[in-house]
């Protein structure tokens, strides 16, 4: 069974000249570039402060994928994705609802002022002594204000073996044949969050030594990986999947993995440089393999190029298991 969690009993009166105090001292919750201090004192902090760093922790505790902040008419509430399922965590009181969601797009680093269009931003805490942790957050603006979704990005299982992804012998020989090609094109398919990109890391894993340049560009990068030079894209910087790619060719790679094809200019440059000498991995928005070659042409690849270049596709979803406590 789920415990119970009901942050508005977090919500007390403030001591004496403790918001003053709020501003003065670090609260443990970093943007981007800084570093994740320790979780602050609630004495410390005011009310939607103190219930942003009890929901995080509970999001920690409960291993929850997603954090969806929920505006309503009278009021707003919080749900958890566990295991691919949303479960509403609190309803908590309504007048925190504008402080809190401003609270986390100060941390994110995100425009405040603008509440019409719909923002990315990143954010790391700290929910224990030395455990950084990274949330991607995005905003939607929605007709009784703006909803959140924080990601948590260190919810991936730290074991990053073939064994872990579920396969039977055959694909387990077929995976770790393509993979350890010196060239190719290998592609790993299926729905949002299904679990494309821990394969890749997967692969990366099982790849990773000193006898190989390794290369990723991600957005943004989930897992770091130690040996692995990761680069995350800033398109309003210019630094696109494209961009990062072609950068790539000419630092001498070995492997290189792009999070995700998603145009033109990023599967022409990826297919040329499976072609090239060099092992090449990403994932592809499609339902199952077959539909990946359809894609890629529908893309624009010329399928002559396709067909010299791509190694193996492979298409997955993910499976609820039951709980070995209640089943």
Same mark, same amino acid.
């Given at each position: 069974m ?5 942050p508005?009993?977090?919500v ?9 105090a ?8 970093t943007g981007e ?5 320790a ?10 402060v103190?219930l942003?760093?009890?929901?995080l ?9 997603d ?14 994705r ?30 405040i002022?603008e509440r019409?269009?719909p ?6 805490i700290a ?5 950084p ?10 007709l009784?204000?703006?909803k959140l979704v ?10 990053l073996s073939?064994d872990s992804?579920g396969?039977?012998?055959r694909q387990?020989?077929a !995976?770790d ?10 592609l !790993? ?6 679990g494309?990109?821990?394969?890749l ?7 990773n030594?000193e006898?190989?340049?390794l290369?990723s !560009?991600?957005?943004p990068a ?7 030079n990761?680069v995350s894209?800033?398109?309003k ?8 790619l072609?950068?790539?060719l000419?630092q001498?790679? *070995?492997? !290189? ?6 145009d033109?200019e990023?599967? *022409?440059?990826?297919?040329k ?6 092992l090449?991995?990403s ?8 539909a ?5 042409? *529908?893309?624009?690849?010329a399928p002559?190029n396709?067909a010299?270049?791509?190694r193996?596709v492979?298409?997955q979803?993910?499976?609820r ?7």
């Amino acid at each position: 069974m789920q415990a119970s969690f009901q942050p508005a009993a977090l919500v007390r009166p403030l001591p004496a000249g403790s918001e003053s105090a709020s501003r003065n001292k670090p609260n443990g919750l970093t943007g981007e570039t800084g570093g994740a201090a320790a979780m602050p004192h609630d004495s410390d902090n005011a009310p939607a402060v103190r219930l942003l760093t009890d929901t995080l922790r509970e999001a920690t505790r409960r291993n929850a994928s997603d954090l969806h902040i929920e505006p309503a008419e009278n009021g707003w509430r919080v749900r958890l994705r566990i295991d691919g399922v949303l479960h509403e965590m609190a309803t908590p009181p309504a007048h925190l609802r504008d402080a809190f969601i401003t609270r986390v797009k100060v941390l994110a680093r995100m425009d405040i002022a603008e509440r019409r269009v719909p923002q990315d931003g990143r954010l790391r805490i700290a929910t224990s002594p030395g455990r950084p942790e990274d949330y991607r957050v995005n905003s939607l603006p929605t007709l009784f204000g703006e909803k959140l979704v924080l990601r948590r990005l260190d919810a991936l299982p730290t074991d990053l073996s073939l064994d872990s992804l579920g396969l039977d012998a055959r694909q387990r020989d077929a !995976v770790d044949s393509a993979i350890r090609a010196p060239h190719g094109l290998v592609l !790993v398919t299926g729905p949002t969050g299904s679990g494309k990109t821990l394969s890749l890391y997967c692969f990366l894993n099982l790849l990773n030594s000193e006898a190989r340049n390794l290369c990723s !560009v991600e957005d943004p990068a989930e897992i770091q990986l130690a040996g692995i030079n990761q680069v995350s894209v800033r398109e309003k910087a210019g630094l696109t999947f494209a961009v990062a790619l072609r950068a790539f060719l000419r630092q001498d790679p *070995d492997v !290189v993995m792009v999070g995700e094809i998603r145009d033109e200019e990023t599967a *022409d440059v990826a297919v040329k440089a499976a072609q090239t000498g060099h092992l090449v991995l990403s994932t592809l928005h499609t339902n199952d393999a077959p539909a990946a070659v359809a894609r890629l042409i *529908d893309i624009g690849v010329a399928p002559y190029n396709l067909a010299a270049a791509l190694r193996m596709v492979t298409a997955q979803r993910l499976v609820r298991r039951l709980c070995t406590a209640c089943r």
